[in-house]
């Protein structure tokens, strides 16, 4: 399972869609994803978004579109991108995504027996 940080308004807009990605696939090549053991390290890139977020849950096994593990910042850790178009049939669950007072991200229960690396 891969993660996907979205604002809750958008996935109200897509979550009825059958497919959906392609804006972000123009702007940046691929849609963002990371794996659950690394998302605490990308949760801060969404500290300035004021609006309610979530976490979709994606089984990759059911992606119709690629997932290629690649480390752009050649930092060692090597994340999960999209190359193509999400069908919603692959997002299994919509996790609020947390945050303490002061804006840092919580992890899920869902998610907590997985360690972070």
């Not at 604002?7 to 940046?28: C, F, H, M, Q, Y």
């Amino acid at each position: 399972m891969i993660l996907h940080c979205m604002k809750k308004s958008t996935w109200e807009e897509v979550k009825n869609k059958n497919i959906w990605g392609k804006e972000l696939i123009e702007k940046e090549g691929f849609i963002h994803c990371s794996t659950i053991e690394y998302f605490w390290r990308v949760a801060p890139n969404f500290k300035g978004i004021k609006d309610e977020m979530v976490l979709l849950c994606i089984d990759e096994e059911n992606l119709i579109s690629k997932v290629c593990y690649e480390d752009g910042d050649n930092c060692g850790r090597f994340y999960p991108h999209i190359y193509g178009v999400i069908n919603n049939s692959s997002v299994i669950k919509v996790l609020p995504f947390l945050r303490s007072n002061d804006g840092k991200f919580i992890k899920n229960i869902e998610l907590a027996h997985i360690e972070d690396k």
